[in-house]
């Protein structure tokens, strides 16, 4: 995943809360600052460049592997999903991978450091 050092965040398009990520709003080439809620139901998550806004701190601590697994996250980022899209963009696009959960590009079949799979393998395509 792409990650941009921020001093302090950035307010979110949307609410007020503080963004934590940088990214296109979905069915839109408009690109927005969105906080995580936001981004679940508004961000494009079907363009695999995004860029997740983190202070220095969450830097040094966002080494692989340190971020837990989240069964809820998994869920609503697969509500968000649209699977034919994603199915048909996976085997006639130019992406070489797709996005899952928490931001991180996999395999089309593979899973992430940090345990979310890829919606085509979570939704039984393959
Ligand atoms: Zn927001
Ligand atoms: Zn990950």
């Known amino acids: 995943m792409n990650i941009v050092k921020v001093e302090r965040f950035q307010t979110c398009n949307f609410c007020q809360k503080p963004a934590h990520y940088d990214a296109p709003?979905?069915?839109r080439s408009t690109w927005a600052y969105f906080c995580d809620d936001c981004?679940?139901?508004?961000?494009?998550h079907?363009?695999?460049?995004?860029?997740?806004?983190?202070?220095?701190?969450?830097?040094?601590?966002?080494?692989?592997?340190?971020?837990?697994?989240?069964a809820k996250l998994e869920d609503?980022?697969?509500?968000?999903?649209?699977?034919?899209?994603l199915m048909e963009e996976s085997l006639f696009g130019d992406s070489c991978g797709v996005e899952v959960a928490d931001g991180c590009m996999v395999e089309p079949d593979g899973k992430c450091c940090h345990g979310y799979s890829s919606p085509l393998l979570l939704a039984g395509l393959i």
């Not at 981004?39 to 494009?44: H, N, P, T, V």
């Not at 695999?48 to 040094?60: N, Q, R, S, Y």
């Not at 609503?76 to 699977?83: C, N, P, R």
């Open 25 to 27: 709003m979905r069915g």
């Open 39 to 44: 981004y679940a139901e508004r961000g494009s």
């Open 46 to 70: 079907n363009t695999g460049t995004k860029f997740v806004l983190m202070t220095d701190d969450e830097v040094a601590h966002s080494k692989c592997g340190d971020e837990v697994y989240d």
């Open 76 to 85: 609503q980022f697969m509500a968000s999903v649209d699977i034919e899209e």
